[in-house]
C-alpha cells in the first residue's frame, strides 16, 4: 500500500481497514504500509470493500485513485495444501484442505475432486474437511468454490483416488447381537489410529475401543430386531471393502398367558430388539397399549377381549416376531354385580357385590368416572370403599386388579343433582339479573344452567359445588309473562327446578329512543334514554355502551340522562340498560336492532286479486311502518328452490354487486339452493361472495361466512349467461363447525350443476377444500370449470375427506346443434390451479378435437400472475376420453405435472406429463401430439419424480434480476427473472 507523510515512528498506531474489517499493520515508511488480514475476522471472499487508512495524529487519509476499483481490495480463497492427497476408491476419505479465505459456515461451500464431489463436513477459515465420493482409480485436481468464487492453488492442489489403499473387512465375531456386547471386526488396513476408525451397523455408529492393523474391537449397544449391513471407515484411507452383516433376532416370552376378558392386564414382554417409539403389540387384533419399552422389556396393558385364546404379534421397525400366545379367560376376570347404596353424596361408604376380586386390598383399585373411591376392605365377593368427590349424574364404576386386569362391569353410581331454590324467580324479558341457584352435584367449572333452553352464563368465580351464579338470558317472548323451565346440566345429566322463572313484561323496561346517537371516542357526550320501567334512584340504573359505563346524571321512570366515557376504537355500539333487581331493558325494534320475529308476508296486486307469485314482486309496502328486506350475509338455514331467474340484467348502480348481477347471490354457504335455472343474463348465474363477517345491521366479528360449511347446492342449471355459470368469489374455506377460529377443513361439496353456452361454467378464486361433483360443463367459451387457487392452510391434504375435488364432471368441448358454430370448442375443459392439491377424478372429456382447444390447461390471475407460474402437480384417477385428440394445451416449459395415479390419465399407472424439457431423459420421457396443444407435452414413466423449485430473497443481492440456467447430462433450459405474486 503506497502513501505519503506517514510518520514513521509511530507506524505501530497507525490503522488500516477492509471494508469493516481490521488489517494488522506489519512495518510502515512514509510513502507505504505493509499489513495482514487477520484470519480470525472471518473476511467475506469475493466482495470489493473500500480501504481506509487512518494515520496517528492526522487523521483519515485522503484517498487519490481515480478508479473506484483500485480503491478496492478483494480477498480471494488460496488453497495450500490437500491432506491426504490420497484415498480409497471406495470413497469417504476424510480429506483436510489448508489455505485462507474459506469461509464461516458450510453454507456457500463446494469442493470438487475432479468431477466428484467431495461433501463438506466442516469449515473455517483456514481449513476445510471433506468426505470423498467413490471415484475409479486417477489423479484429480481438488477445486474450492466459496460463494461460486474459484480458490487459486499455491501448492499441491491434487488427490490420488487408489485400488490399493483401501481396507477391507473378512470377519465378524459374533454377528448376531443380544444387549450390550464386545464385537471383534477382521480384516486388513485398518492402521492404528483409534480416532481414524469409524464402525456403523445401519444407520447406527458404535464406537471403537482398540484397533490394530487387522483387528477393530467396537462396543455395540443394543440393537432393534432386524438384519443390518456393516460398514466400517478408516478416515485416512476411506470406506473398507467387505459384505458383512450383523443379526439382532427377534426373541421374545410374555407374561403373565392369562387374564381378564375386560382388558387391562399388564403384560411383560421379555426377548431382545425391542426399541422405544418403533415398538407395537397387539393382543387378537387389538393394540396393546405401550407402558414402557427398553431393548430387553415390554410392558402393556390388554385391550378387551373375548373368551378365548389370542395371538399377541410384536413389531419392530416392520420386522415381526414369532407369535406368542394369550388367554382370555372368565376365572381370571374380576365382575362387578351390583353396589349398594347405588346413590349418594361424596363421601358415602358403598359395596359392591361381585366375584374374583382376590383378598389383597393393595391390588384393587375403585374409579366412579375416573375419580377414586377409596377402598377399605376386600374378599373375592365383595369389597367397600368410600365415593370421592364428584359433581351429580349417574356414572359407571370401575375395578382394576394389578396383576388380573379390569373388571367386567356394569354397574352404576348417581351422585344427587338437585336444584333446591331459584333467585330470584321472575324479571325482565331483557334478562340481566343475576340468578342464584342452591342445591347439591353442582361442577361451578363445568356445569350449565338453562332457563327456556337459553345458556344463564355462570358466574365461574363466585359459583362452588351448592351454589352457581348466573346472568339470565334475554327471551323474545311476546308476554304478558312467559314461565320457564330452570335447570342445571352436568354432561349428560340434568336436574329441573320445582320453580319456574317467570318472564313478565310489568317488569320489563322498554328503550323507545336514543339521542344522540353519535359521540366522541374521548367520552363527554351527555346521553339521553327514553323509554319505560326505568328507576328514580340512579343507584338502581346501570348504562354500558359496548361495555363501557355511561355516568348516570338524572334517572326517572321514562327518563335517564348518562354521560359517556372514553371507549375505543370507533364504530356503532349497543346502548344497555340494567335496572338492579328487574332486569335488562328491551330495544324495541329499530335500523340497529330490527324486530327479529317470524313474520309471513302474502303479496296481493289489490285487496281483491289472488297472491302474486314472489318472482313478479317489485315493491312492498308497509303502512304505519318501515319494512327492511335485505341480505347482508347473517341469514342461514333458507331454502331456495323450484326457482327460474331470466335476464338479470347490469345495473348503473355505484355498486360492484350491481355491476356485476348474479341470478342467484348468496352471502352465507349455510343455505340449500336447489333445482334452480337462470338464463340470459349480462352476468352470472349463481355468485357465493362472503365477506369476512355479516355487514350492516347484522354485522358481527364472531361470524366469519367464509369459514362457515356448505348447507346445498344441488341440480342446478344455468345457460346462456354473459360471464359464468357458477362463481365463487374471493374466498371459501369451509370448516367444521364454521366457528371463525375452526381449523379443520370440512369439504364442501357443489353437486349436480348443468351449464352450456356460457363464458365459463364454474370457476371458484380463493378456496380450502372445495369440491364439484357431477357437473356437465357443454359450449362454454373460455373453460368448462376453472379452478385459480387451492391454499394450503385451509385443506388438509389430497383426496375427497380434506381435499380439493373435481369428480364425476362431463366437460364437452363442442355440440354443434347448440348452435355456436362448425368451428366453435371450448379453449379449455378444465383449467388448473396454481398450487397443490387438486384431484381429478372420474371425469369425462369430450369432443375437444379442433384447432385451439385442449381437454386441460392451467389458470392465470390478473394482477397475481399471467404468464410464467407453475411448477405445482394435479393428481388424476379413473379419466376418460371421448372425441378428445387434444389431451393438454400448455403455455410454457416448466408450467405443471400431472399425476397418473391408476394409468387412465395416460394409459400408464404412476406415469406424469409435463410440459417438454430438454433436461428430461429420453430414455424415459417421450413427445406426444395429444399432449401438445401449444407448448409441446412429454410423458415420463414412473421411475421420473419432479419437484418445484422457486427462489424467493436470493442472496447475495446480485442475483436480482439475473437469468437461471439449468444444465444437466440430456440438455440445459433457461427460466427468465420474473417477480411473481404467488
Given at each position: 500500500m503506497m502513501a505519503k507523510d506517514l510518520p514513521i515512528e509511530e507506524k505501530n498506531l497507525h490503522q488500516v481497514t477492509i471494508g469493516s474489517y481490521p488489517c494488522v499493520v506489519e512495518e510502515s515508511s512514509n510513502n507505504s504500509i505493509v499489513c495482514h488480514i487477520d484470519p480470525q475476522n472471518s473476511m467475506d471472499v469475493g466482495i470489493r470493500e473500500i480501504v481506509t487508512v487512518t494515520v496517528y495524529n492526522l487523521g483519515t487519509a485522503i484517498n487519490t485513485l481515480s478508479s473506484e476499483f483500485d480503491r478496492r481490495f478483494v480477498l480471494l480463497p488460496n488453497i495450500d495444501v490437500v491432506l491426504p492427497n490420497a484415498g480409497s476408491t471406495t470413497g469417504m476419505t476424510k480429506v483436510t484442505i489448508k489455505g485462507s479465505g474459506f469461509a464461516v459456515s458450510s453454507a456457500g461451500v463446494q469442493v470438487l475432486m475432479g468431477h466428484f464431489p467431495c461433501k463438506v463436513v466442516s469449515v473455517n477459515y483456514t481449513a476445510i474437511e471433506c468426505e470423498t465420493s467413490p471415484a475409479p482409480q486417477q489423479l484429480v485436481k481438488v477445486d474450492v468454490l466459496i460463494h461460486g468464487v474459484a480458490a487459486l492453488c499455491q501448492g499441491n492442489c491434487s488427490f490420488l483416488y487408489l485400488e490399493s489403499i483401501t481396507a477391507f473387512v473378512t470377519r465378524i465375531s459374533p454377528n448376531t447381537i443380544k444387549g450390550s456386547v464386545k464385537v471383534l471386526i477382521e480384516g486388513e488396513g485398518f492402521g492404528t489410529i483409534l480416532e481414524d476408525i469409524s464402525v456403523f451397523i445401519g444407520n447406527q455408529q458404535f464406537r471403537a475401543i482398540d484397533v490394530n492393523e487387522n483387528n477393530i474391537t467396537v462396543l455395540v449397544t443394543p440393537l432393534p430386531a432386524g438384519i443390518y449391513s456393516l460398514s466400517v471407515v478408516v478416515g485416512t484411507k476411506g470406506l473398507?471393502?467387505?459384505?458383512?452383516?450383523?443379526?439382532?433376532?427377534?426373541?421374545?416370552?410374555?407374561?403373565?398367558?392369562?387374564?381378564?376378558?375386560?382388558?387391562?392386564?399388564?403384560?411383560?414382554?421379555?426377548?431382545?430388539?425391542?426399541?422405544?417409539?418403533?415398538?407395537?403389540?397387539?393382543?387378537?387384533?387389538?393394540?396393546?397399549?405401550?407402558?414402557?419399552?427398553?431393548?430387553?422389556?415390554?410392558?402393556?396393558?390388554?385391550?378387551?377381549?373375548?373368551?378365548?385364546?389370542?395371538?399377541?404379534?410384536?413389531?419392530?421397525?416392520?420386522?415381526?416376531?414369532?407369535?406368542?400366545?394369550?388367554?382370555?379367560?372368565?376365572?381370571?376376570?374380576?365382575?362387578?354385580?351390583?353396589?349398594?347404596?347405588?346413590?349418594?353424596?361424596?363421601?358415602?361408604?358403598?359395596?359392591?357385590?361381585?366375584?374374583?376380586?382376590?383378598?389383597?386390598?393393595?391390588?384393587?383399585?375403585?374409579?366412579?368416572?375416573?375419580?377414586?373411591?377409596?377402598?377399605?376392605?376386600?374378599?373375592?365377593?365383595?369389597?367397600?370403599?368410600?365415593?370421592?368427590?364428584?359433581?351429580?349424574?349417574?356414572?359407571?364404576?370401575?375395578?382394576?386388579?394389578?396383576?388380573?386386569?379390569?373388571?367386567?362391569?356394569?354397574?352404576?353410581?348417581?351422585?344427587?343433582?338437585?336444584?333446591?331454590?331459584?333467585?330470584?324467580?321472575?324479571?325482565?324479558?331483557?334478562?340481566?339479573?343475576?340468578?342464584?341457584?342452591?342445591?347439591?352435584?353442582?361442577?361451578?367449572?363445568?356445569?350449565?344452567?338453562?332457563?327456556?333452553?337459553?345458556?344463564?352464563?355462570?358466574?365461574?368465580?363466585?359459583?362452588?359445588?351448592?351454589?352457581?351464579?348466573?346472568?339470565?338470558?334475554?327471551?323474545?317472548?311476546?308476554?304478558?309473562?312467559?314461565?320457564?323451565?330452570?335447570?342445571?346440566?352436568?354432561?349428560?345429566?340434568?336436574?329441573?327446578?320445582?320453580?319456574?322463572?317467570?318472564?313478565?313484561?310489568?317488569?320489563?323496561?322498554?328503550?323507545?329512543?336514543?339521542?344522540?346517537?353519535?359521540?366522541?371516542?374521548?367520552?363527554?357526550?351527555?346521553?339521553?334514554?327514553?323509554?319505560?320501567?326505568?328507576?328514580?334512584?340512579?343507584?338502581?340504573?346501570?348504562?354500558?355502551?359496548?361495555?363501557?359505563?355511561?355516568?348516570?346524571?338524572?334517572?326517572?321512570?321514562?327518563?335517564?340522562?348518562?354521560?359517556?366515557?372514553?371507549?375505543?376504537?370507533?364504530?356503532?355500539?349497543?346502548?344497555?340498560?340494567?335496572?338492579?333487581?328487574?332486569?335488562?331493558?328491551?330495544?324495541?325494534?329499530?335500523?340497529?336492532?330490527?324486530?327479529?320475529?317470524?313474520?309471513?308476508?302474502?303479496?296481493?296486486?289489490?285487496l281483491r286479486s289472488p297472491e302474486l307469485p314472489v318472482y313478479g314482486a317489485k315493491t312492498l309496502a308497509v303502512r304505519e311502518g318501515i319494512l327492511d328486506l335485505h341480505e347482508d350475509g347473517i341469514e342461514h338455514g333458507n331454502i331456495l328452490q323450484y326457482n327460474l331467474a331470466v335476464f338479470v340484467q347490469q345495473s348503473t348502480s355505484l355498486l360492484n354487486d350491481d355491476v356485476t348481477p348474479a341470478a342467484f347471490w348468496v352471502t352465507n354457504p349455510n343455505n340449500t339452493i336447489r333445482h334452480n335455472a337462470a338464463a340470459g343474463g349480462t352476468h352470472f348465474g349463481f355468485w357465493y361472495r362472503m365477506n369476512n363477517h355479516p355487514d350492516g345491521p347484522s354485522y358481527d366479528q364472531n361470524i366469519c361466512q367464509k369459514r362457515v360449511p356448505l348447507g346445498e347446492f344441488f341440480n342446478n342449471t344455468v345457460h346462456s349467461q354473459g360471464w359464468f355459470g357458477l362463481w365463487i368469489f374471493e374466498e371459501y374455506f369451509p370448516m367444521q363447525t364454521g366457528s371463525c377460529s375452526s381449523t379443520v377443513p370440512e369439504p364442501a361439496i357443489f353437486n349436480s350443476l348443468t351449464t352450456w353456452n356460457c363464458q365459463k361454467g364454474a370457476e371458484w378464486v380463493n378456496g380450502g377444500a372445495l369440491q364439484f361433483h357431477n357437473f356437465v360443463m357443454v359450449n362454454n367459451y373460455e373453460a368448462g370449470i376453472e379452478t385459480k387457487r387451492i391454499l394450503a392452510p385451509y385443506v388438509g391434504g389430497w383426496g375427497e375427506t380434506i381435499g380439493a375435488v373435481i369428480k364425476n364432471a362431463k366437460i364437452v368441448g363442442h355440440v354443434d346443434e347448440l348452435g355456436m358454430g362448425s368451428v366453435f370448442c371450448t379453449m379449455k375443459g378444465l383449467v388448473l390451479p396454481f398450487n397443490e392439491g387438486l384431484t381429478v377424478s372420474s371425469v369425462h372429456f369430450m369432443n375437444f378435437d379442433r384447432p385451439n382447444c385442449a381437454a386441460l390447461g392451467v389458470t392465470s390471475i390478473t394482477g397475481v400472475c399471467n404468464d410464467r407460474c407453475g411448477g405445482w402437480s394435479a393428481k388424476f384417477i379413473d379419466i376418460q376420453y371421448s372425441h378428445t385428440t387434444n389431451k393438454a394445451g400448455f403455455r410454457w416449459e416448466h408450467e405443471v405435472v400431472l399425476i397418473d395415479v391408476d394409468g387412465s390419465l395416460t394409459g400408464h399407472k404412476g406415469h406424469t406429463v409435463i410440459p417438454h424439457s430438454s433436461l428430461l431423459d429420453p430414455s424415459h420421457c417421450s413427445q406426444e401430439a395429444e399432449w401438445s396443444i401449444g407448448f409441446p407435452g412429454s410423458v415420463c414413466d414412473a421411475s421420473v419424480s419432479f419437484h418445484r423449485l422457486a427462489f424467493n430473497k436470493p442472496s447475495p443481492v446480485s442475483l436480482l434480476e439475473k437469468d437461471v440456467v439449468l444444465s444437466d447430462s440430456f440438455g440445459s433450459s433457461g427460466s427468465k427473472f420474473v417477480i411473481h405474486k404467488i
Open positions: 473398507a471393502l467387505g459384505n458383512l452383516t450383523v443379526s439382532s433376532p427377534p426373541v421374545a416370552c410374555v407374561t403373565p398367558t392369562s387374564g381378564s376378558i375386560g382388558g387391562g392386564t399388564t403384560l411383560m414382554i421379555t426377548g431382545n430388539g425391542f426399541y422405544p417409539g418403533n415398538t407395537t403389540v397387539t393382543v387378537g387384533d387389538e393394540p396393546c397399549q405401550i407402558i414402557s419399552v427398553n431393548s430387553s422389556e415390554v410392558y402393556c396393558r390388554t385391550p378387551a377381549g373375548t373368551a378365548g385364546r389370542v395371538s399377541v404379534k410384536i413389531s419392530v421397525n416392520a420386522v415381526a416376531y414369532p407369535p406368542l400366545s394369550f388367554t382370555y379367560a372368565l376365572e381370571d376376570t374380576p365382575l362387578l354385580r351390583g353396589v349398594v347404596p347405588s346413590t349418594g353424596p361424596p363421601g358415602t361408604e358403598i359395596q359392591i357385590n361381585g366375584s374374583n376380586f382376590g383378598i389383597d386390598i393393595l391390588e384393587i383399585s375403585v374409579m366412579i368416572n375416573n375419580i377414586q373411591c377409596n377402598v377399605t376392605m376386600v374378599n373375592d365377593t365383595v369389597l367397600q370403599c368410600i365415593a370421592g368427590d364428584h359433581a351429580g349424574g349417574t356414572f359407571p364404576v370401575m375395578m382394576h386388579h394389578k396383576t388380573k386386569g379390569s373388571a367386567v362391569s356394569t354397574v352404576v353410581f348417581e351422585y344427587p343433582l338437585t336444584i333446591h331454590n331459584i333467585h330470584p324467580s321472575q324479571g325482565s324479558f331483557g334478562g340481566g339479573q343475576t340468578m342464584t341457584l342452591t342445591g347439591t352435584g353442582f361442577n361451578p367449572q363445568n356445569s350449565v344452567v338453562l332457563v327456556c333452553g337459553s345458556k344463564c352464563a355462570v358466574d365461574r368465580r363466585k359459583s362452588n359445588c351448592t351454589t352457581l351464579l348466573c346472568e339470565i338470558p334475554p327471551n323474545n317472548g311476546r308476554g304478558p309473562k312467559q314461565a320457564c323451565e330452570v335447570s342445571v346440566v352436568n354432561g349428560k345429566n340434568s336436574s329441573q327446578s320445582t320453580t319456574p322463572f317467570i318472564y313478565t313484561m310489568s317488569m320489563t323496561p322498554f328503550i323507545t329512543e336514543i339521542a344522540p346517537k353519535r359521540g366522541s371516542t374521548a367520552g363527554g357526550t351527555r346521553l339521553t334514554v327514553l323509554g319505560s320501567g326505568f328507576s328514580e334512584n340512579i343507584q338502581d340504573v346501570l348504562v354500558t355502551i359496548a361495555e363501557a359505563k355511561c355516568d348516570i346524571e338524572y334517572s326517572n321512570k321514562t327518563y335517564i340522562i348518562c354521560m359517556t366515557n372514553a371507549h375505543t376504537p370507533s364504530g356503532w355500539a349497543p346502548v344497555h340498560v340494567n335496572i338492579r333487581s328487574i332486569g335488562m331493558a328491551k330495544l324495541i325494534g329499530t335500523e340497529a336492532s330490527p324486530f327479529q320475529h317470524k313474520a309471513v308476508v302474502t303479496l296481493h296486486g289489490h
